[in-house]
């Protein structure tokens, strides 16, 4: 038996997340992960109006509202059989395009690239050199010894006053860490950039979904903009050539930066191309619709199990059958009423919180399965069954990503190489730049569709009497989110979401099978079990995010996690 390292939270901003490890000879021989909040609001919905209900599935995430917004009008749509009219399948593919968009950018340079570079070591990198060595493969503008210079002293002057404010959470020092210095240097400056261009196109949101976190333009049966191209309180030409200028904007950031920065730091960590892997079946949904019914899309989804690329197998509409039948949950392992595996539309949600324990019940999480198997959800899912079933954006970036990474290390890689914790990060950066071609293709369908003066932007849904049931879903920044409900008489009568961070962060089912958290911990080192920096690395790939609307912050300072080492 080996140390039990506890990190709790694990989230570097948001979520209930507890991870448990089992450390022996310097590497994780088992884990456990733990969601240890309560999400009751499936309960909250019964017996309302189905046409709110996406109001209220926002609230689940203070970050990815629009998702559940867009899953839950889904769902009802897929209930009534309604059809959407084409502009509004463009506005909303063009708002969660950019909020995508945003997850990606904000998650690599703000929520995991800080377990890879060593922020204090860029005080003592030379700028001119570190200019000069950015500038080898990226031709972006504000790669100058002037930017890195003033972002060098922006970094030693908080250094020197002892207060490393949005720094201050980080294993510096690490023996883990490998960069150079002038490598530390390029990243933190791009970090700081980063927080322009996340902003930028999160505007895109705002200005196509009312406002920012919680859009207000949906509505089942189409959105509620009133497109006007000659009226300033309309969606008009101003507001989308605004939203053009942004998706521009932000392409040259994640072309010329991001997937640079991606494949720089990746170069030199090639060794974690061997970790992480897990759980490799994948799952990931059909996205961006192209039609009114949600049978022709941009973005593809299938499923492959056991990284054989070779079978992977398509979804190819809202109403595919494939998806629908295969869903499960178990609570086998979980905090609830019971020990089941069910369908969701046959689903309930009844807490019953015991206590924690590793060989019992230890997570409010439930255990999501297709095809009564664990799957892994998220960027590399899509990433994978995209390149699989022939999708030529995704094989572009792949390659540019790999011809990038030999560039740098002077070292080939293979596409087995992303079946790791390496694999994850680089997928959400070929995923970013993929659906910003997307999204620019999607802006051109509207304005073309309008030019030919179709301006309709909702279907009226009608509620028959008696059970009808439906399920909608989305390919959210973290993976496959589905949405389900059963509605009668016009009311809801159950209601369930399978998210993604319940996908990867699901605790064991009554097989005793690992969720991909679980899974893909296993065999990573661990150089220092006070400071399990690569637990964090592993982990923060998925970009986990349980009820992120809770913000784990005390101005004062005071202590909100803790590492426990079990010897």
């Known amino acids: 038996m080996g140390k039990i390292v506890t990190i709790d939270p694990i989230t570097r901003i948001e979520g209930h997340l507890k991870i448990d490890i089992e450390v022996e000879n310097g590497k994780v021989t088992n884990a456990w992960s733990s969601g240890t909040m309560f999400r009751g609001i499936e309960i909250i919905l019964q017996g309302r109006d189905p046409r709110e209900a996406w109001v209220f599935t926002q609230r689940f995430c203070g970050v990815c509202t629009t998702v559940h917004a867009i899953a839950s009008v889904r769902a009802v749509e897929n209930a009534l059989n309604l059809e959407i009219p084409l502009n509004a399948q463009m506005i909303r593919n063009m708002i969660m395009s950019a909020h995508a968009m945003h997850d990606h950018i904000v998650h690599f340079y703000h929520l995991v690239a800080l377990d890879w570079v060593d922020v204090v070591s860029a005080t003592k990198a030379d700028p001119k050199a570190a200019a000069q060595l950015i500038q080898k493969f990226s031709s972006w503008n504000r790669n100058t ?332 920044p973290r993976g496959a989110l589905s949405h389900w409900v059963v509605i009668e008489n016009g009311k809801i009568k159950n209601y369930q979401c399978v998210v993604p961070s319940t996908w990867n962060a699901g605790p064991r089912d009554a097989a005793g099978n690992k969720g991909p958290y679980e899974a893909s911990l296993i065999g990573n080192p661990i150089a220092d079990p006070a400071r399990p920096l690569e637990a964090l690395r592993t982990i923060h790939s998925f970009d986990p995010c349980l009820a992120c609307a809770i913000h784990s912050f005390d101005p004062q300072g005071n202590k909100l996690g803790v590492v426990e080492v079990d010897v």
């Not at 490998?178 to 791009?190: D, G, R, T, W």
């Not at 992480?276 to 973005?299: H, Q």
């Not at 070779?310 to 190819?316: L, T």
């Open 145 to 476: 010894v002037h930017e890195l210079k003033a972002v060098q002293d922006k970094v030693k002057a908080v250094v020197a006053s002892g207060q490393l404010g949005i720094f201050s959470n980080g294993y510096w020092g690490h023996p883990a860490m490998k960069l150079p210095p002038e490598v530390n240097l390029i990243a933190v400056a791009h970090y700081l950039q980063a927080l322009e261009f996340q902003r930028k196109i999160n505007d895109c949101v705002g200005l196509l979904g009312g406002k920012t976190p919680h859009i207000q333009n949906l509505a089942v049966g189409g959105v509620a903009n009133a497109i006007n191209l000659d009226d300033e309180t309309g969606l008009n030409m101003t507001r989308l050539l605004k939203v053009k200028n942004f998706f521009d904007e932000v392409r040259d950031f994640v072309n010329q930066v991001y997937l640079i920065d991606v494949a720089a730091v990746g170069s030199f960590y090639l060794d974690w191309a061997g970790y992480g892997s897990g759980v490799t079946n994948y799952l990931a949904v059909p996205e961006f619709p192209l039609d009114s019914k949600g049978t022709k899309f941009d973005a593809k989804g299938g499923v492959v199990m056991g990284g054989n690329l070779a079978k992977a197998k398509a979804i190819n509409s809202f109403n595919d059958s494939f998806f629908e039948d295969n869903v499960k949950e178990s609570i086998a392992r979980s905090w609830y009423d019971g020990d089941w595996s069910k369908h969701p539309y046959e689903e309930t949600t009844e807490p019953k919180y015991t206590s924690f324990d590793r060989d019992g019940k230890y997570s409010f999480v439930k255990a999501p399965r297709f095809q009564d198997q664990p799957a892994q959800v998220g960027p590399l899912a899509q990433v994978l069954t995209s390149y699989a079933l022939g999708d030529e954006r995704t094989k572009k970036y792949v390659g540019a990503t790999v011809d990038a990474i030999k560039a740098v290390s002077g070292k080939q890689i293979g596409l087995g190489a992303l079946h790791s914790t390496l694999g994850r990060i680089a997928a959400r950066a070929i995923r970013c730049a993929v659906i910003n071609d997307m999204a620019l293709n999607h802006w051109n369908i509207l304005v073309n569709n309008l030019g030919k003066g179709d301006m309709e932007y909702f279907n009226k849904p009608v509620f028959p009497k008696g059970e009808i049931q439906g399920f909608g879903f989305h390919e959210a």
